[in-house]
């Protein structure tokens, strides 16, 4: 059983950066697909980001894209997330997860059932 550790959040400016962390256990780390979510307060578990396995193929929700960057660190067992321009909308809990199994479906990847294991999330808070 993997275990996952978030760490990097805190209070950013709008237009500033943060990046996030996410630490995994074991030594199967490349096994995994890993992915990236987050919640805002009364509002559904949204994907953000994920990186398959192997290649690391990524692939980020369209509110995102060009502002985001996931990537992974095999020999760290470490997968990340860099956010650039933060927006007042991107404040949420963000979560990191690990599916041990690939999919052949895009759209699984941006389902929160697919994944296996979760973190218990860092808080990103942007400030006006």
């Known amino acids: 059983q993997v275990q996952l550790v978030e760490s990097g959040g805190g209070l950013v400016q709008a237009g500033g950066s943060l990046r996030l962390s996410c630490a995994a256990s074991?030594?199967?780390?490349?096994?995994?697909?890993m992915g990236w979510f987050r919640q805002a307060p009364g509002k559904e578990r949204e994907f953000v980001a994920a990186?398959?396995?192997?290649?690391?193929?990524?692939y980020y929700t369209d509110s995102v894209k060009g502002r985001f960057t996931i990537s992974r660190d095999d020999a760290e067992a470490t997968v990340y997330l860099q956010m650039n321009s933060l927006k007042p909308e991107d404040m949420a809990v963000y979560y990191c997860?690990?599916?041990?199994?690939?999919?052949?479906?895009?759209?699984?990847?941006?389902?929160?059932?697919?994944?296996?294991?979760w973190g218990q999330g860092t808080q990103v808070t942007v400030s006006s």
């Open positions: 990186i398959r396995r192997l290649r690391g193929t990524t």
């Open positions: 997860a690990a599916m041990a199994a690939d999919s052949s479906s895009t759209a699984l990847l941006a389902t929160p059932r697919t994944y296996q294991y």
């Open positions: 074991g030594r199967t780390f490349s096994r995994y697909t």
